[in-house]
């Protein structure tokens, strides 16, 4: 019975530590958006304003934030993915969180940035400038950080322990 209950204490650390590899995550991350079903729940401009006592981080450069989408998706009752819109002025930033384990492994963050505001007569919504972030997790920890940018403007510690922050506010997140 002891030897049983090693080998599958062993199993679980094992299924784990596989994904401290990058292509092991992107390979779980590709099995997550492959999911056909979800539960989902949604939280249409939820309140993650900067005056929020739920103030996230990630929004903190946008200006004059108009809307915040929330999306919690589960699988088997176990959270899969949390998607995060932030709808502003002259920009808009869509994050994708994905949970394998109860624990983070990936987060992709796509920033549009307009040089005008999207209600002035000349904006135009093809021009824009687009800046990607992925980030790897293992254990809580950011692993790899890819940018479209050459220069990253926050060391990797400041940006894991931001990302970590906001993770645990949508996680938590509820209207109630």
């Keep these: 019975m002891r030897l049983l209950l090693l080998l599958i204490l062993n199993l679980q650390s094992f299924k784990h530590q596989q994904c401290k590899n990058i292509d092991c995550i992107k390979e779980k991350v590709e099995a997550i958006d492959s999911i056909n079903s979800f539960d989902s729940e949604t939280f249409d401009d939820a309140d993650l304003y900067y005056d929020s006592d739920r103030k996230v981080q990630e929004a903190f450069s946008l200006k004059n934030i108009a809307v915040v989408d ?31 384990e109860d624990k983070l492994i990936f987060v992709k963050k796509i920033l549009k940035s307009y040089s005008v505001s999207k209600e002035s007569e000349s904006f135009d ?3 824009f400038q687009l800046i990607v972030n992925e980030y790897y997790f293992f254990d809580d920890k950011l692993i790899k950080w890819e940018s479209s940018l050459d ?3 926050l060391s990797e510690s400041e940006e894991e322990k931001k990302i970590l922050n906001d993770f645990n506010i949508y996680s938590e997140y509820s209207e109630d």
């Design 151 to 153: 220069r990253k403007y």
């Design 125 to 127: 919504s093809s021009k």
């Design 70 to 100: 929330l999306v919690k998706y589960k699988s088997n009752g176990e959270f899969k993915k949390i998607t995060v819109s932030f709808d502003a002025q002259q920009s808009n930033l869509s994050s994708n969180y994905y949970v394998l």
